[in-house]
């Protein structure tokens, strides 16, 4: 029997998640938390093979960093990130930290229960990208990976000054690039941009950084 041990901060989701393992068939829950900070101990004192690590837990880490110490510490356990929000860094973040699939609740076209038998016969499940989002009269599609970076800043509340230092550019060329979003996404300003941009989760201020 897999081992497995599942961790969302949202009760509904674990309690979903939950079923899924035991309803599965070959698999075995052994853990199921909300928060991340308490994965160690639990693979400590028990056999984990396969980690459900949702990328929200009520901890003072997010699910990716936890991931990426317990791929360091368990070698061998298999980790799938899961998660409901579009966050745009959130692939490449879990990619970095070493887990083994991506999951995303909501869009994935894959039900979890493949996922897990996917990663647990040692192939990988991935999403092509992050899912687009409606931002404006455009959607994420259509901006570019420096305007995302760009955009970033903005949410966190950077002036242009700020983001200029940040990212190593010239102001006026962080200027460019803001009037190039503002264009492309039809908003006033850069508030309303970042409450919107913020408001449908594709970049969480601060949070993960």
């Not at 029997?1 to 509904?12: G, N, S």
């Not at 075995?28 to 459900?52: H, I, M, P, Q």
Request: glycine share 4%; proline share 2%; charged share 30%.
């Amino acid at each position: 029997m897999t081992k497995v041990l599942v961790i969302d901060d949202q009760r509904i989701a674990r309690e979903y998640m939950e079923n899924i393992v035991k309803n599965g068939g070959d698999y075995e829950l052994v853990g199921s938390l909300s928060k991340a900070d308490l994965a160690e101990t639990v693979c400590r004192r028990s056999r984990v093979d396969l980690l459900l690590m949702d990328v929200c837990t009520h901890s003072t880490k997010d699910g990716i960093d936890t991931a990426s110490e317990l791929r360091r510490q368990f070698p061998e356990l298999k980790i799938i990130v899961v998660t409901s929000m579009v966050e745009e860094s959130f692939i490449k973040r879990a990619r970095e930290a070493g887990a083994d699939s991506f999951w995303y609740k909501d869009v994935s076209p894959e039900d979890l229960l493949t996922v897990m038998d996917a990663t647990m016969q040692g192939r990988q499940i991935w999403p092509a990208e992050t899912p687009a989002v409606k931002i404006g009269i455009t959607t994420s599609n259509d901006l570019t990976e420096t305007e995302i970076k760009v955009l970033r800043l903005v949410c966190e509340g950077l002036e242009y000054s700020e983001i200029a230092e940040r990212l190593h550019y010239t102001k006026d060329n962080v200027k460019y690039h803001i009037r190039n979003i503002l264009q492309k996404t039809g908003y006033a300003n850069k508030t309303q941009l970042a409450i919107a941009v913020t408001g449908k989760q594709y970049i969480i201020p601060k949070l993960f950084d």
